[in-house]
């Protein structure tokens, strides 16, 4: 099972990061990160776009994590986008979920100058994008970010 924390994230895709901070500022009362760019979608056809900028809240578990719209990725629409979880071996799990019936939709590297895919997106049969990053390289850079940090070790 991919699960090894449960979700500690979910993403939020938005037209307008820094408007929808100050929104949700103003309406939940919450605290960000300083915004930082996430890793880009990796495609078939080489193509390295930027990925979006990004921020957390700084209250979590879980903890919201929005993302800047990207035309032409897998951030492309704005709304509730995925619910995030650590894997092991992400590339094992998104194995197993294609097998099930859930074929990868994207990929995308884990930080901004990866070479490596290292976060699988499968969609369940409701619809519900789920969001697999691997353990090794997510989580430390996602405690250095959670730290006050905008750059990975």
Same mark, same amino acid.
């Given at each position: 099972?991919?699960?090894?924390?449960?979700? *500690?994230?979910?993403?939020?895709?938005?037209?307008?990061?820094?408007k929808a901070m100050n929104?949700?500022?103003?309406?939940?009362?919450?605290?960000?990160?300083? /915004?930082?760019? &996430?890793?880009?979608?990796? &495609?078939?056809?080489?193509?390295? /776009?930027?990925?979006?900028?990004?921020? #957390?809240?700084?209250?979590?578990?879980? *903890? #919201?994590?929005?993302?800047?719209?990207?035309?032409?990725?897998?951030?492309?629409?704005?709304?509730?986008?995925?619910?995030?979880? *650590?894997?092991?071996?992400?590339?094992?799990? &998104?194995?197993?979920?294609? %097998?099930?019936?859930?074929?990868? %939709?994207? $990929? $995308?590297?884990?930080? &901004?100058?990866?070479?490596?895919?290292?976060?699988?997106?499968?969609?369940?049969?409701?619809?519900?994008?789920?969001?697999?990053?691997?353990?090794?390289?997510?989580?430390?850079?996602?405690?250095? *970010?959670?730290?006050?940090?905008?750059?990975?070790?």
């Amino acid at each position: 099972m991919p699960v090894l924390v449960p979700g *500690y994230h979910f993403g939020v895709v938005v037209a307008d990061l820094h408007k929808a901070m100050n929104e949700l500022t103003e309406l939940l009362g919450l605290e960000w990160l300083e /915004p930082a760019r &996430s890793g880009h979608q990796v &495609s078939d056809d080489n193509a390295t /776009p930027l990925g979006p900028m990004m921020t #957390f809240s700084k209250q979590g578990p879980p *903890y #919201f994590e929005l993302l800047e719209q990207v035309p032409n990725t897998i951030w492309a629409e704005t709304g509730l986008h995925h619910v995030g979880f *650590y894997a092991a071996d992400v590339h094992a799990e &998104s194995r197993r979920l294609a %097998e099930a019936g859930h074929p990868l %939709e994207a $990929a $995308a590297v884990v930080l &901004s100058g990866d070479t490596e895919p290292g976060v699988c997106y499968h969609r369940t049969s409701d619809g519900m994008l789920l969001e697999m990053i691997e353990q090794g390289r997510g989580a430390p850079a996602l405690t250095y *970010y959670l730290g006050g940090a905008t750059t990975a070790p």
